[in-house]
Structure formats: C-alpha cells, structure tokens
C-alpha cells in the first residue's frame, strides 16, 4: 500500500493498479481514496494483467497474482508473460530460510527488493537470485511506521500460520497443539490480571489462512480482543502497539525497527515450517520463551 500510495501521490509517469480481494473491507476504505482499484478474480484484473508492463507483489506471482490456476495460466500466456518483469517487494524482512517459498528456481520473479546489504547476502545465499537482481530499496512500510510509530495501551498478539494447518477441518483443528496453546494463553488468569494491572488492552491477530477457525477463540475477558485483517488495517496496528507476542513472524522486526520488545513464544520450536537462516537467530530480535511461566516472567520484566 505504501509504494502504491507514493507513486499516486508523488510519479506522474507510472499508472499503478491495486489488486485486492473484493471482501478486505478496511483496507478498500483506504484505497478509495486513491482509485485504481482492481478486484481479484474481475474481468478487469484478467484484462489488466495482459496490458500491464510490470507486476509488483508482496510475495510471487504464481501465489498472489494469477487470476486462476497459475500453471494453466503461465501456460496459456507464456508470450505475453515474457514480456513482462516481475518484482517481489516481500511482506516482511527475510528472517528465514525461506527458499521453498520465493526460490528463483522455483518461481517466475525477476527482481527482489532487500531492505539492507545483511538481507541481500540472505537472499544470495538461499534464494537463488542473482547479485543486479536484488535491489536495495529498504520496505516502504517501515517509512510509514517511521511517521506514524506510537506507543499506546494495546499490545498484539500476532501468531504466524504453519503449513498445513489451513486444510484441517474445524474438529481437527481444535484439537491440535497450535490451537491449545493459543486458547491457554488468552485465557490465563494471570495474563488477565497483568493486563488489567497496567491497563493494556490485547489484541489478537490471527493468520488470514486461519480466520476460518477464528469462532473457536474465545474468551470473555473485555481486555482481549480478536480482530480480523478484513477489519483492522495491520500497519496500524504494528505502528500503535506498545509490544509483540508471537511465535515465528517475521512482523517482529517492525517492532525491533520501532525499538519495542518483541517476545517470541516458542512452546514448539519444531513447529515453525521455516528452516533458520544462518545469518539471524530469534534471540538478535527478542526473548524466546517456552511455555506460559517463561512467558509471564518476560512480561514482568517489560514491565
């Protein structure tokens, strides 16, 4: 949304288009204001894919972009796909091996953006790409918290996805450890009774993959509250939170980049679906605990 907002507002001689998913109500609102606006899925998105010079996209074409079956698609219009360059900006700094997820060898991409000379040597040495094919660029979204960075009353509780869990039934679901840990955690008394002791308000965040589920968190404390992306624009809520739970996102480098904690809550550490880099441990970025006791003492001591 940021480099989209800056060439609207600042590049006469780029004409950019956002492509979003027609039910993200929140940050339509935000969009509007600005048209360009095509919906996934539209006539119109598979029209302006054929007549656009450039895609940019947060993760890879084949994922984010192809508006039906990627294989068929990239078969069909292999001509007028080569013409084309593709560029990942990413949704968050490398903090992982993440080669099966935006390998060169394995996705059309052509360029990466990096937000340091430290990332680029990451993406050479696990992604495939080459040297003039990483540009440097820094992450648009970390000048907005640069502006708009605050402290408030609300903290965030941001768990990442882990793979294959998305594709669980609802009963299923419930009874795996992701989701016990989770419940047990929001429902502590003594969290309760830390929040409320230094006013703060949670909020929590579930992966867009996991929403489905999002009717099996429940507690009845007014402190705790669950939000959804199509409800709450996520930058706000980095940008206005005091401090970060979560397990493995890499949304805690937005906090590290604020200069606010970040706990990692690592009650499984073989449950991350990332292989570690060689470069960054969690531990350069925020306390790891690993399990509910290690979690309060972490919070006594923020406090």
Do not use: C
Request: glycine share 2%; charged share 25%; no cysteine.
């Amino acid at each position: 949304f940021y480099l989209f907002k800056y060439l609207m507002e600042n590049d006469q001689k780029v004409k950019p288009y956002y492509l979003i998913e027609k039910n993200a109500n929140e940050p339509i609102k935000k969009l509007k204001k600005y048209g360009n606006i095509v919906y996934f899925g539209s006539f119109k998105h598979k029209l302006f894919m054929l007549l656009a010079d450039k895609f940019v996209t947060s993760f890879t074409f084949e994922e984010t972009m192809a508006p039906f079956n990627a294989e068929q698609y990239k078969e069909i219009y292999a001509n007028e796909l080569n013409k084309k360059k593709i560029i990942s900006i990413q949704h968050g700094m490398i903090i992982h091996n993440i080669s099966p997820y935006l390998s060169k060898h394995q996705y059309r991409t052509d360029y990466i953006t990096a937000n340091s000379i430290y990332e680029k040597a990451i993406i050479k040495d696990t992604l495939g790409f080459k040297d003039e094919e990483i540009l440097i660029t820094g992450m648009a979204r970390h000048d907005n918290l640069l502006i708009n960075s605050r402290k408030t009353n609300q903290i965030l509780f941001m768990p990442t996805w882990q793979r294959g869990l998305q594709n669980l039934s609802e009963a299923q679901f419930i009874e795996t450890e992701y989701f016990k840990k989770i419940h047990e955690l929001v429902n502590n008394t003594e969290v309760h009774n830390y929040l409320l002791k230094n006013r703060l308000k949670m909020y929590v965040l579930m992966h867009p993959q996991f929403e489905k589920f999002a009717g099996h968190f429940v507690n009845n404390n007014k402190l705790i509250k669950y939000v959804s992306t199509t409800e709450v624009e996520i930058p706000d809520l980095i940008a206005n939170s005091l401090f970060l739970l979560t397990d493995f996102s890499s949304v805690a480098v937005d906090f590290l980049f604020q200069k606010k904690n970040v706990i990692f809550y690592q009650y499984n550490k073989y449950a991350s679906h990332h292989v570690p880099s060689k470069q960054i441990e969690y531990s350069d970025i925020g306390t790891i605990v690993v399990n509910l006791e290690e979690m309060l003492d972490s919070l006594q001591e923020i406090e």
